[in-house]
């Protein structure tokens, strides 16, 4: 049985694999990783190019579990995630399932595909099962989402609806490689086809994990400070929506798996401040801010707030 330093050491094995085809991008690592033993799904946004693909498709390489993929295009339709039925030659009544049934689900350019589509993962996301026709099926355990999306200056994309953005635990942003990480990849990329990636741990691991965050302790005084941080979405004149009690969850799940993640039996304030942008960055609608940022508003509030 694992003990938090236990998963420490796993967690810094899996960092170790995915570097060798990622260069820097540490801490957007973490974060997919604490996702995945928070047991949530991860938006990750970024321009083309920036690895973001790379990044979840060699996690779930380190990790021995299922993978699938949808290509987000203008073009989609349900029947391309969940699968459809069919009669079959002795007239009898089949399924072929989806990608949607995997463990892990990589949704590539989700931002591509029409709303219409993209809303059919409404009941994956939150409930984990599909309903097709009278059925409704289980999906696999875990199931997390990791969705990639390019930023809407870029053509083709649409918003996501909020009631969508909503289900995924966390977004975090991808930004450009520095000089010496672009290097890096290069040296990465003229070689990468010679290493391969061990698999460190299992599927019967990572539910284990999820199982251990529940035991992870949060103090009163960063139960108080989650609850002052999303009260104050709400009360923020830049703010024309604040989080909803959803945030707050996520929140206490996300700083547990983090504390676990760091070898720690307690959450604390610190790990609240690490997450508050990947948390509320999606959720919380602002108005124009004279180029502060959604960003900007979330440290701001951080540094008026009282530990």
Do not use: W
């Not at 993209?118 to 994956?124: I, N, Q, R, S, V």
């Not at 053509?155 to 969508?164: A, D, I, M, N, R």
């Not at 005084?221 to 009260?231: A, P, R």
């Amino acid at each position: 049985m694992m003990e938090s330093s236990d998963v420490k050491g796993v967690y810094e094995k899996v960092l170790a694999e995915v570097k060798k085809r990622i260069a820097g991008k540490s801490d957007v690592i973490k974060l997919l990783f604490i996702a995945i033993l928070a047991n949530g799904h991860i938006l990750l946004e970024g321009v083309p190019g920036v690895a973001k693909t790379t990044m979840a498709k060699t996690l779930s390489e380190a990790i021995q579990a299922e993978f699938g993929r949808i290509q987000g295009t203008p073009d989609i339709e349900f029947k391309d995630i969940v699968g459809y039925t069919y009669v079959d030659e002795s007239n009898n009544l089949q399924l072929k399932k989806g990608p949607i049934f995997t463990n892990i689900l990589l949704i590539d350019e989700i931002n591509r595909a029409p709303p219409r589509t993209t809303t059919a993962l409404l009941e994956a996301l939150e409930e984990r099962q599909v309903t097709m026709g009278d059925s409704t099926m289980p999906l696999e355990k875990p199931f997390i989402a990791m969705a990639t999306q390019n930023p809407l200056n870029i053509e083709g994309t649409t918003q996501l609806p909020k009631v969508l953005a909503d289900r995924f635990l966390m977004r975090v942003a991808v930004e450009y490689p520095t000089a010496e990480e672009e290097q890096q990849m290069l040296r990465i990329k003229e070689s990468e086809s010679r290493v391969p990636i061990n698999k460190v741990i299992s599927i019967k691991d990572i539910i284990e994990m999820q199982g251990m965050v529940n035991s992870i302790k949060v103090p009163d005084n960063v139960i108080k400070y989650i609850t002052d941080i999303v009260g104050a979405t709400r009360k923020d004149i830049h703010i024309v929506m604040g989080g909803s009690p959803r945030a707050e969850i996520s929140f206490l799940n996300c700083c547990k798996a983090k504390a676990l993640v760091e070898g720690r039996n307690e959450a604390n304030i610190d790990d609240i401040k690490f997450l508050a942008r990947p948390i509320l960055s999606h959720r919380i609608v602002v108005r124009s801010t004279g180029g502060i940022g959604v960003n900007g508003i979330i440290d701001g509030i951080i540094a008026s707030l009282k530990e």
